[in-house]
């Protein structure tokens, strides 16, 4: 597997692994709006880091690859935005453009699978 794939595979596993720790903390360590900020991190970094697990050994070419790239920058700025907010008492102004990074990453998905030729 090339080099970008495997880079993307194994962000996306560690992304899986401390999604897992930041439920857990958000379970037991904290309430609130802390609460449900880590909730949230949590869940769509691990839906995105499993998406890049599975996704990222079959990409081809440069879309497939801009896509897988554009959740994983995505998913780091609105979980990181929202994680950070708990634990730095930083603000979550990257979050929505996290959010449109991952829109966007799964909209060029589409069109790199409708374009692909096998």
Not at 35 to 60: E, S
Not at 70 to 77: C, K
Request: a positive charge; glycine letters at 14%.
């Amino acid at each position: 597997m090339p080099l970008p794939q495997r880079l993307l595979t194994a962000t996306g596993a560690i992304a899986c692994g401390l999604a897992v720790a930041l439920g857990a903390y958000a379970s037991h360590g904290v309430d609130g709006e802390a609460q449900a900020r880590l909730g949230l991190a949590a869940l769509f970094a691990f839906g995105h880091g499993l998406a890049l697990v599975a996704l990222a050994p079959r990409a081809a070419g440069w879309l497939a690859l801009s896509a897988l790239a554009a959740l994983l920058a995505g998913m780091l700025l609105f979980a990181g935005s929202l994680a950070l907010a708990v634990f730095a008492g930083t603000g979550t102004a990257a979050a929505p453009f996290g959010g449109v990074l991952m829109m966007l990453g799964w909209w060029l998905l589409a069109v790199a699978a409708l374009v692909r030729r096998d």
